[in-house]
């Protein structure tokens, strides 16, 4: 029998019980689901790494985003307040778009 230890998605448990198979599962706290969620999105971004295709990493950003939602939440707000807060620092600091890569700073 396969040993998972991790977060899974909400509906994963009805994906399984429709093939038949018993499973253990049970329902996190707080602070052990944010820390799952923490590993569960480090989990996510190796596999956005490791994909190959555009297709299988737009389906890793997906996963990502997800997590995201989440984390969101467990912080008392939503991806349109997180949304709001990234333009908020994209107006003062810039975004990612331009590909700077910065070397050094003189003292």
């Known amino acids: 029998m396969p040993i998972y230890n991790k977060l899974v998605r909400d509906r994963i448990p009805e994906v399984i019980e429709k093939t038949g198979k018993k499973f253990h599962a049970t329902?996190?706290?707080?602070?052990?689901?944010?820390?799952?969620?923490?590993?569960?999105?480090?989990?996510?971004?190796?596999e956005y790494i490791a994909a190959e295709t555009g297709a299988e990493a737009l389906e890793e950003l997906a996963d990502m985003f997800e997590i995201l939602h989440a984390f969101a939440a467990v912080h008392g707000s939503t991806?349109?307040?997180?949304?709001?807060?990234r333009k908020e620092k994209e107006q003062k600091r810039g975004g990612f778009n331009e590909r700077i890569f910065l070397v050094d700073v003189e003292d």
């Open 27 to 46: 329902v996190l706290s707080q602070d052990v689901y944010i820390e799952e969620l923490k590993k569960k999105s480090f989990e996510e971004l190796e």
């Open 79 to 85: 991806i349109q307040g997180v949304e709001k807060i």
